[in-house]
């Protein structure tokens, strides 16, 4: 089982950046792909970007396009998330979350069901 814990959070002002990172335990980290997810308060958990097992696909929300990178270094059992020209409405708790599937040929999922296990979250607050 994969204990994930992200850090990095903090407040920054509308423009700034900022790099979440998300460390995992547990030697099958690199054989699942890895997601970000995000909550502000009173919605729902919504996905902000996702990369395959092996480092080599992924997938943005149209929200975050252009502005946020997501990356991974096996070798150290680590996700990023590197978030530029930040905004106020990112303003949210932000998941790191481990895909269910195990090296799964069928693409990479942005659907919060897939995901576990789940960090437990790290703050991000833009100021306008």
């Known amino acids: 089982q994969v204990h994930l814990e992200e850090s990095g959070g903090g407040l920054v002002q509308t423009g700034g950046s900022l790099r979440l990172s998300c460390a995992a335990s547990g030697s099958t980290f690199s054989s699942h792909a890895m997601g970000w997810f995000r909550q502000a308060p009173g919605k729902e958990r919504e996905f902000v970007a996702v990369?395959?097992?092996?480092?080599?696909?992924?997938y943005y929300a149209d929200s975050v396009k252009g502005r946020f990178t997501i990356s991974r270094e096996n070798a150290k059992n680590m996700v990023y998330l590197q978030m530029n020209s930040l905004k106020p409405e990112d303003t949210a708790v932000y998941y790191c979350?481990?895909?269910?599937?195990?090296?799964?040929?069928?693409?990479?999922?942005?659907?919060?069901?897939?995901?576990?296990?789940w960090g437990q979250g790290t703050q991000v607050t833009v100021s306008s």
């Open positions: 979350a481990s895909d269910r599937r195990v090296k799964t040929p069928f693409g990479l999922s942005y659907y919060p069901p897939d995901f576990d296990p």
């Open positions: 990369i395959s097992w092996s480092g080599g696909d992924t």
